[in-house]
């Protein structure tokens, strides 16, 4: 990508804001979490773009959304592009689905709605597919990126799999013969995943307070840092990415409060 004109985006997802100041959730402090990965990455570099791929709130309360969304325009006022997550209550989160897409030089960014208000599994219908193919038959841009919060394909943990977009196999297909589309990137999994179908990346990027352990059968948090990925778009269609961590995060899980439903 030497030489090429790039765009920079900062991907952040699994945000898992907390309604009471000081609350945790499995002993993280999610406020506290999301500002150290934000002071961080902007301190790294000023992005072109923010993405937040879902899951903002854990107690997904109007005021919380309000709150996240006075506070993160405080820290960046660029663009920004915001899906909802399974933990979400779309109907709650106001000015932070105001934009349905981005545009960037050269590149446009969409958004798949792939969840159902505060519950786990993905939900990507027809017309939701319908939806986006519009999207992007109307775009005059070269390149396209979507972004969603649920993975399209299983990611070797059993209980998260049987989660992801269940017609992710139909989806990929119609993104990688649609040729324009260049990645899809998701969050949901907190966990680093980077896959592909055909040629279209699949970048799935962690959580910016808690991880999920890879290959676990069941529940379980691996003791990992809080992240976030940074995209590289290249005017050439190219993308090129990086998953950084807060190293020095005083990270300290309390696995006695998760209670199994």
């Not at 979400?88 to 989160?93: E, F, L, S």
């Not at 977009?165 to 040729?179: K, P, R, S």
């Not at 999920?212 to 691996?222: A, C, I, L, M």
């Amino acid at each position: 990508m030497s030489g090429l004109h790039v765009q920079r985006v900062l991907q952040i997802t699994d945000v898992h804001l907390r309604a009471v100041a000081g609350e945790t959730l499995l002993g993280v402090d999610t406020w506290h979490s999301v500002a150290a990965v934000l002071d961080q990455a902007l301190a790294e570099h000023r992005p072109d773009a923010l993405l937040v791929t879902g899951d903002v709130a854990h107690d997904p309360d109007p005021a919380v959304y309000a709150r996240f969304y006075g506070w993160l325009k405080a820290r960046y006022p660029g663009p920004t592009l915001v899906t909802p997550g399974n933990h979400d209550i779309a109907g709650n989160m106001g000015a932070l689905l105001e934009n349905a897409h981005l545009e960037l030089s050269g590149w446009q960014v969409l958004t798949l709605d792939s969840h159902v208000d505060d519950e786990p599994q993905a939900l990507v219908s027809d017309a939701d597919l319908a939806g986006l193919e519009a999207a992007c038959n109307r775009s005059a841009n070269a390149h396209l990126l979507v972004a969603t919060h649920h993975p399209p394909v299983a990611i070797g943990c059993p209980w998260l799999d049987r989660d992801r977009i269940q017609n992710g196999h139909e989806l990929l297909e119609w993104m990688a013969e649609h040729g324009r589309i260049k990645a899809l990137v998701f969050g949901h999994a907190h966990q680093e995943l980077d896959l592909a179908h055909r040629q279209l990346s699949l970048l799935g990027t962690p959580s910016t307070c808690i991880q999920f352990e890879p290959g676990s059968n069941q529940f379980s948090v691996d003791e990992q840092k809080p992240g976030y990925r940074w995209l590289l778009l290249g005017e050439d269609g190219s993308v090129r990415s990086e998953v950084r961590r807060v190293a020095d995060y005083p990270l300290e899980i309390d696995r006695s409060a998760f209670r199994p439903n």
